[in-house]
């Protein structure tokens, strides 16, 4: 509809940029929460498989493993 009334009578080739912008505007904030929840899975997914992966030798620097665990 924005492109439609921002072409007028005359059909146009390429779209509008404020149209277009806004259009990508509204799309970015519709995603921006499942995109977020997704990355909150993910990185919690991360964390776990951190604690489940031995690295030989790596608990004797706790300062090493405290520093894995926070990166």
């Known amino acids: 509809m ?3 009334n921002a072409n007028g009578l005359d ?3 390429f779209l509008p940029e404020s149209a ?3 259009l990508v ?3 970015i904030i519709r995603l ?4 977020n929840d ?4 993910v990185n919690e997914e991360l ?3 951190i604690h489940l992966v031995d690295i030989p030798g790596v608990s004797r ?7 894995i665990d926070r990166v």
């Open 2 to 4: 924005a492109i439609r």
């Open 11 to 13: 059909p146009a080739i």
């Open 20 to 22: 277009f912008e806004n």
């Open 25 to 27: 505007i509204q799309q």
């Open 32 to 35: 921006e929460r499942p995109v």
């Open 38 to 41: 997704c990355l909150s899975l």
């Open 47 to 49: 964390r776990k498989v």
């Open 61 to 67: 620097f706790r300062m090493l493993e405290v520093e």
